[in-house]
């Protein structure tokens, strides 16, 4: 029997029950669980498989319920949360204290958001708790962009998947903390560096690389297909070097010529970022069921969203 539903007050049961939800955000879905629930908490680091020191994003129904969350919101988070939420912008700020160590892994700082799903908000509404909800993958593999996506990894493990349709999106959020009141860039993600500029100037774009990241979606291979991955300028030029393989090519606008490789997915024939954001994952997804030797991504123009998933491509090439 599939585990996807429509149905929000059966999401609101499960979840009043400190169990477990995948439900629909307008970037990735989320593995949701009340905050204040040990249990529930447990149960999403164990579902994912992912490490205590990787702490989660905090959800949250409105802007006003940020007071309840955060001890401090300097004066620049305030303006990006007025402009942005509902949406895609994370800000980490200095934590309350009834917020649990297991969320924030022990930080004395707390990641929040207000997600613009109308069902997750509605769902977000009704709860008496928010839902911390890290993206419904297991730990450093694709993050889903569809129900489907999470059915096929945890149909065994959660109760639910709350189907939102595909994420209009379709890559994280942009993760912003401060240092001081001044905003750093910790995770390029689904609002572009240059429109989060336009409401508070300049931003610096924090790329750590060291073993405990400030933020763990910069560890260096994340987001990965299990297919072998490269990033190219040319994808022509690469194919050559793979003879005799079966080549999988991920393009942004041109196809190669279909003789050249196996199979082929083009994100945007139009040239919209926008578009072949809300397509890679899926795209990747795609990819990964084809059995093919090498997935061949050619790297996209580098401003706007075109740096984001740059981004999330350069950590799908590391190997495991
Ligand atoms: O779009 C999104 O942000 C999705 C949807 C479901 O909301 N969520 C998501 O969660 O991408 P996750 O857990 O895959 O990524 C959260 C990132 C991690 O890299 C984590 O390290 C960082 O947020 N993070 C959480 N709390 C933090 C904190 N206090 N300081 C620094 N980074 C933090
Ligand atoms: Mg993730």
């Known amino acids: 029997m599939s585990i996807i539903s429509t149905d929000i007050s059966r999401a609101k049961a499960i979840l009043e029950q400190n169990d477990l939800v995948a439900i629909p955000t307008e970037t990735v879905y989320g593995l949701a669980g009340n905050i204040f629930s040990e249990k529930a908490i447990k149960a999403i680091f164990e579902t994912k498989k992912r490490p205590f020191f990787n702490p989660l994003i905090v959800h949250i129904p409105n802007i006003d319920y940020l007071e309840n969350v955060a001890a401090y919101v300097p004066p620049k988070a305030k303006q990006l949360a007025e402009a942005f939420w509902p949406g895609s912008l994370t800000l980490v700020l200095p934590k309350k ?35 911390a909800a890290p993206s419904a993958n297991p730990f450093g593999s694709i993050s889903p962009t569809r129900a489907k996506h999470v059915e096929n990894y945890f149909k065994n493990d959660i109760k639910m998947v ?38 508070v100037g300049t931003l610096p774009v924090m790329n750590k690389k060291e073993q405990a990241p400030e933020a763990p979606g910069m560890l260096n291979r994340h987001y990965a297909p299990k297919t072998q991955t490269v990033l190219v300028d040319s994808v022509l030029d690469e194919i050559k070097k793979h003879p005799g393989k079966k080549i999988g090519a991920l393009v942004y606008q041109s196809s190669v010529p279909e003789d050249l490789i196996d199979f082929q997915i083009v994100l945007s024939k139009n040239g919209s970022l926008n578009e072949a ?44």
């Open 277 to 320: 954001a809300a397509q890679l994952y899926d795209a990747l997804h795609a990819m990964d069921t084809q059995e093919l030797d090498v997935i061949i991504a050619e790297r996209l123009p580098d401003h706007g969203l075109g740096k984001s998933i740059n981004d999330r491509l350069q950590r799908a090439t590391v190997n495991a």
């Open 162 to 199: 709350l189907d939102g349709g595909p994420c209009q999106h379709g890559i994280e959020s942009t993760i912003v903390g401060f240092e001081g009141d001044d905003p750093v860039v910790y995770r390029l993600g689904s609002i572009a560096l240059e429109d989060l500029e336009a409401v």
């Open 97 to 131: 204290p009834n917020i649990p160590d297991l969320i924030t892994a022990g930080k004395n700082t707390v990641a929040v958001r207000v997600p613009k799903h109308p069902l997750t908000l509605k769902l977000l509404e009704s709860l008496d708790f928010p839902l």
